[in-house]
Nanobody
């Protein structure tokens, strides 16, 4: 399995971005998929997860601002990020239940104040 993240960029405080996690080699609709992020000098942290059984779950820091959802036709899981804050600045990664040890290269999100 391979995952490829994209959609990051530079945005002002209060702006929005929609990140993509494209999975290759698996049917993403049948696996749990999670997003994480890592800010400079900090540990990688959980952001959001989507599964067929438990639905969606979010870290408290992003709940109400971020939405995780699938597009099965594109074999992609998205992370819609609204009301962005400077503290959301990080490299964002996704991974799937097909192989929790496999990370993509990440996509950089920078929120300016």
């Amino acid at each position: 399995v391979q995952v490829t993240e994209s959609g990051g960029g530079l945005v002002q405080t209060g702006g929005s971005l929609n990140l993509s996690c494209l999975a290759s080699g698996i049917d993403v609709s049948t696996y749990t998929v999670a997003w994480y992020r890592q800010a400079p000098g900090k540990q990688r942290e959980f952001i959001a997860v989507i599964s067929g059984v438990a639905g969606e779950n979010y870290a408290s820091s992003v709940k109400g601002r971020f939405t995780i959802f699938r597009d099965n036709a594109k074999n992609t899981v998205f992370l819609q990020m609204n009301s962005l804050k400077p503290e959301d600045t990080a490299v964002y990664y996704c991974k799937t239940g097909a192989d929790w040890n496999t990370w993509g290269q990440g996509t950089q999100v920078t929120v300016s104040s």
